[in-house]
């Protein structure tokens, strides 16, 4: 059994790891790079390995990072089978969707900008590309141990981060010898609300296992939690509206579960509340269809509930028209809109509409990076552009550090320290700063055999 790098292997994004194991080669998720312009040209590129030579793909989970390039893996021939937890094969047509639609939009632009008005720049791929990805999907529950290959042996475990999301365990008889390959998808922190914690993986001989905040530690979450409530106090008190920057999966379904725990408390039944994206409506949806995987604080929150989700004054707007209603509404709405870093969706809109209102609350749940709207904000923009427009910021702009979907350096070396006997590592998915401090903690901790992983390189699994 050997593994081979080629994507998040020096940084976060881009996903995708080659194995051979018992004379087969598989691929460990297929993720687009993202970025700058430049660093997404790169998906473009002639993956480094031969396509057709493929024998199976394994999903870790369904966030476009790790899944985003497998409708171009399908377009530039791969036939054979996609494996994922069920959710997440749910999850991916949602996801594939949009990211073609992004694309579609994308090229279209960029032909429109060429100066010679002959450009023909293509969308790294389309609905049709999607839509046979999804065909070649095969589903499977967690601790399912299912034999994909001749002597290969598939199980996923949760790995707590996203609805679906999954570590997978790779076990392969060679030479008569059994040999165990882990890798860890991206793990999510104990006690995240609606998921379960990470499942423990029993053994391994080699894992793979990701490092994105693996220099740091992060608040606790009750903490953020209470400081949500308080802003929402104060918006009340002004008559203010609310407006929540969040991405579709994981974030708007962890707020809208707050909101349902803290129901009373934050009095919130005298509140409108929208989330105002459709894409955040259907991964709602899958959420609620995959109840039987929440852990059971969720399972107690919505039992008498007719349905996840649902709050007597929630209005999950689906269309434009109901999504322009909402600008009508002076005060006491708390509004949840896409896109998470304002560079694009509806919450552009809201932002335009409240942005200039020393009432409004602007909360961030999440990291803004550096280049976006809501990176200005978060640092204080006096002023922004909105659809050609400059809007004054006069709103409160408040960002709440503690909701994260990533384990912190103490959960992923919790994570590894209950495998066997402290097998070696490969550090993936991280910048260089977080990899190689995290190496250390495993090092100092463990004793472990710690190599960070290159494009290219290749480690065998003994
Ligand atoms: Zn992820």
Known sequence: MRVRFHGAAGEVTGSCHEVEAGGHRLLLDCGMIQGSREQERRNLEPFPFAVDGLDAVVLSHAHIDHCGRLPLLVARGYRGPIWAQKATADLLPIMLLDAASLAEADAARFNREARDGRSDHRPLFDRDDVEATIRQLRAIAYDEATEILPGVVLTLRDAGHILGSASVELRAQEDGHERVLVFSGDIGPRGTPILRDPAPVPRADLVLLESTYGDRRHRDRAATVAEIGGILEDAWRDQGNVLIPAFAVGRSQELLYWFARHW??????????????????????????????????????????????????????????????????????????????????????????????????????????????????????????????????????????GLSAHADRDGLAEWYGRIDGAPPVVLVHGEDRARTAFARTLQERFGSDVTLARPGLTTDVL
Not at 306 to 326: C, H, K, M, Y
Not at 336 to 355: D, T
Not at 382 to 397: I, K, S, T, W
């Open 264 to 401: 009373d408390e934050w009095k919130l039944a005298r509140w409108k509340i929208f989330v105002d994206s459709p894409m955040a409506a259907k991964v709602t949806g899958v959420y609620a269809k995959h109840a039987d995987l929440f852990d059971e604080a969720a399972k107690r929150t919505w039992r008498d509930r007719p349905e996840p989700f649902r709050l007597p004054n929630l209005r999950l707007t689906v269309d434009q028209a109901q999504s322009r209603g909402i600008n009508g509404v002076r005060g006491g709405a708390i509004i949840i809109a896409g896109s998470g870093m304002c560079n694009g969706g509806r919450i552009r809109h809201h932002l335009r509409h409240n942005l200039g209102h020393a009432q409004t609350r602007l909360i961030f749940p999440g990291y803004q990076a550096e280049g976006t709207l809501g990176r200005r904000l978060v640092d204080g923009a006096d002023a922004v552009m909105l659809m050609g427009e400059r809007v004054p910021v006069r709103a409160h702009v408040h960002t709440v550090g």
